[in-house]
Structure formats: structure tokens, C-alpha cells
């Protein structure tokens, strides 16, 4: 069966390597039909590349030939990638990809599109990179109402953090070691800010709970605030800093879903997700909590899922998939800093004395070299617009989430 990949850059190429590398296990799993990778799309020369045959720079050789029915879309971003598997769906070939902004963004449409051309739109590489969790999620946990789900869902925030926890690396150090090693995205704002992670928590909120959530509907904040200082405060708590997606079902009308920087205790299966592993922990009322661990990030890893949708195209090449979910609302994401309770991780100039008259009971942290007019804390449960008023006018120096995953 001829495909085409559109996009050559880590993950394409990376798909490309697996399809050949891998052609006899992947014939026998098609049901006996070999894949063949008729057509590359990009618009960069790779002079030195073996699939010169292959290459093209304009989309319609793949739209308009009729042998190509499966297109792994690996460009990333909203446009072009839009428009082209809009195209490639409403001519019924199906497509696959690992372009979690565009699914963000754009899901429902491609979804739709994807209805009416009786094709299929695959996206497990979208989140989690290699690790199965659209499928997990939407069939082998279908007998269960989602409570929640946290996760930590991306690999280049995971991989600093590690660093900074374990070898006292700074940030920028250990960003360019990410980007080194292709983790990051091309521009790594989206990886340190968050925004990565938002479009993946975008991705399993509308997977979990059937109504499409959009990025501008989820606050995401990123590591950029992160220092060494906090990292040891968490540390004498027996914690750690993890950047988590966080999702909550509040009912039928309503959720909440964030990102951002949060302590996690040592007891909790996210604590020990290092490196650039991900890990998405998934709450049911039924199973309890279940939860999924491996490589976020990567050529290799992430093509592994590409092609895994490839060929269970190949093996539904007449017959739909069902994946998806319907549209959504402007209220359907909460106000969480109004609506949601949780301790926090405070670090503040101040007394012990002025913290406990603001806040009352706290625990308070300590690290090596605590200058005497800085302190560290974990509230109780509040929300975190209390917190803020209780806090009004002190010279606070960071805040973090504390969570019961
Ligand atoms: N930049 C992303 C990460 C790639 O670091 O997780 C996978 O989505």
C-alpha cells in the first residue's frame, strides 16, 4: 500500500526509517500488504537523502493519486497542515499525524470532515509521543466515568527539570541539552511556556469527556519562574517540580483544565517520571487510577505511534474509526483559581510570624543557605484567588501548585 509522508523533519523522517525498517513486521500486521512510501512532501532539498524518487515540493502529486490512500501529516502547525488534510480527508484518504497544535486547534473540523468522507483522522502521537493513550483512553477505558487526569506531557520540560533536580543544572543548559537531542519544539517558547503541554491537555479533555476544548480555554504557565532554590524548598518536603496538565471533571457542563508547574509528592507514580519520559495518569471510577509511562518526545518514539495509525489505516482502509468528539462551549472550562481548592508552595520575603497571621497553619520548608528574611511554605486548602488576597501586598517570589495526584 503506497503512502505519503508530509513534513521531513524529526518525526518524518523518523517515520520513514520505521516503515522501511520495519516492512516485514508491518506487512504481517496490515494483513499482509507491505508499505511503501511513494511520496515525501517538503519544501527543504535533502541532497544527500536516499529517497530522491520521493520527494516532492507540491501537495496536489499526493492529493490527486489515487494509489496513495494513507498520509502521515508530520509538518506541524495550523497552516498549511490545515488546509492539506482537509483536502487529502475530503478526497477520502485517511491521514495520521502527530501534530498536537493542529488537532488542538482544529480537531473537531478535521473530525467532522473525516465523518462525512467516511475516512479515517488518527492522532495517537499527538499526545504522549510513543505512549498508547488515545486508544486506552477511548476504548479500553470506556466503561469508566473520568474523574481526572494528570500528566506530565512533555518531555523537553521534563528533561530540564531533571536535570535542574538532580545535577544542579541551570535552565539554559539544560534547554540547549534538550534541543541538542531534538526534544524541543522548533521554537522552544511553546516547550518552557507551556503551550505544548496545553494543546496535548486540550487533546484528552476532549477525548475524556466527548466536548472539544480549545487552547485559549486552558491558562497554561511554564517553567521559566523554576529556580534552584525552589527545587531544594520542595526537595526537604520530599517533593518534586513537575510541569503538569491537569484535568478535573466538575459535571456534565463543566471541567477544569490547566498547566502548570507543580509539586508532587515523592509517593505519587508521576514523582518518578524523569528525563524526557512523559506519564498520564488517568482517574476512573471504576479502574481507580491507572497509568501510562514512556518516551514523550523523539524521532523514534513518536514515529512508532505515526506508524501505528498508518497501519491500522491499512487494516480499516473501508471501514471508520471511531474517534472523536462533539463541539464544546466558552463555559464549559471553570474559572479554577475561583472554583478549585489545593494547597500551594509559597516563597516569600517575610517572617514565619507574617505568614502564619496571613495564612494560619502552614508548614514551612527550609534549604541550605535560607537567607534569614526569605521563607518557604505549603498552605492549606484554598483556592488560589484566596490565597492571592491573603497574599496582597507581600513580597512574594513564587507560587506553585501542590497536587493530590
Ligand atoms: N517538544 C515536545 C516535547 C515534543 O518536548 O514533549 C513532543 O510533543
Redesign the pocket.
Known amino acids: 500500500m503506497k503512502v505519503a509522508v508530509m513534513g521531513y523533519g524529526t518525526v518524518g523522517s523518523g517515520v520513514v526509517e520505521v516503515i522501511e525498517s520495519h516492512s516485514e513486521i508491518i506487512a504481517k500486521r496490515t494483513g499482509g500488504e507491505p508499505l511503501e512510501v511513494k511520496y515525501i512532501l517538503d519544501l527543504r532539498d535533502f541532497p544527500d537523502d536516499p529517497h530522491q524518487n520521493a520527494f516532492t515540493k507540491d501537495f496536489n502529486d499526493i492529493l490527486n493519486d489515487p494509489e496513495v490512500k494513507i498520509v502521515a501529516e508530520t509538518m506541524g502547525g495550523v497552516n498549511p497542515a490545515f488546509d492539506f488534510t482537509m483536502k487529502l480527508l475530503g478526497a477520502g484518504k485517511s491521514v495520521v499525524t502527530s501534530n498536537?497544535e493542529l488537532v488542538a486547534q482544529k480537531g473537531l473540523e478535521l473530525l467532522e470532515q473525516a465523518e462525512k468522507s467516511n475516512a479515517n483522522y488518527l492522532f495517537e502521537a499527538s499526545v504522549g509521543?510513543g505512549i498508547p493513550i488515545i486508544r486506552p483512553m477511548t476504548q479500553c477505558l470506556a466503561a469508566n466515568n473520568i474523574e481526572g487526569v494528570a500528566g506530565i506531557?512533555?518531555?523537553?520540560?521534563n528533561f530540564i527539570l531533571t536535570k535542574m533536580i538532580e545535577e544542579n543544572m541551570s535552565f539554559e543548559a539544560a534547554l540547549k541539552l534538550?534541543q541538542d537531542n531534538g526534544?524541543?519544539?522548533k521554537d522552544p517558547t511553546?516547550?518552557i511556556e507551556g503551550h505544548?503541554a496545553c494543546r496535548?491537555v486540550c487533546i484528552l479533555a476532549s477525548l475524556a469527556f466527548g466536548k472539544h476544548v480549545y487552547p485559549n480555554q486552558v491558562e497554561a504557565e511554564g517553567i521559566t519562574n523554576i529556580t534552584l532554590e525552589d527545587v531544594a524548598y520542595i526537595h526537604s518536603a520530599n517533593g518534586v517540580i513537575k510541569l503538569l496538565g491537569q484535568i478535573k471533571y466538575i459535571n456534565e457542563n463543566k471541567i477544569a483544565a490547566f498547566v502548570s508547574p507543580a509539586v508532587v509528592y515523592n509517593g505519587s507514580q508521576l514523582a518518578s517520571v524523569r528525563d524526557?519520559f512523559?506519564a498520564i495518569l488517568v482517574r476512573g471510577d471504576a479502574v481507580g487510577d491507572v497509568c501510562f509511562y514512556g518516551r514523550?518526545?523523539g524521532k523514534l518514539p513518536?514515529a512508532s505511534a505515526v506508524v501505528a495509525d498508518i497501519v491500522d489505516c491499512a487494516k480499516h482502509i473501508f471501514r471508520k474509526k471511531i474517534f472523536g468528539w462533539g463541539a464544546g462551549d466558552e463555559d464549559y472550562v471553570v474559572d479554577y483559581k475561583a472554583e478549585l481548592e489545593m494547597p500551594f508552595y509559597v516563597r516569600a520575603k517575610m517572617s514565619q510570624a507574617e505568614a502564619k497571621a496571613r495564612l494560619g497553619v502552614v508548614k514551612f520548608l527550609s534549604r541550605t543557605g535560607q537567607p534569614s528574611d526569605e521563607v518557604a511554605f505549603i498552605t492549606d486548602n484554598l483556592t488560589e484567588n484566596e490565597l492571592n488576597s491573603k497574599l496582597s501586598g507581600a513580597n512574594v517570589l513564587n507560587i506553585i501548585k501542590v497536587t493530590n495526584y
Open positions: 498536537k509521543g506531557l512533555n518531555g523537553t520540560t534538550a526534544y524541543a519544539e511553546a516547550d505544548d496535548k524526557v512523559n514523550g518526545a513518536t
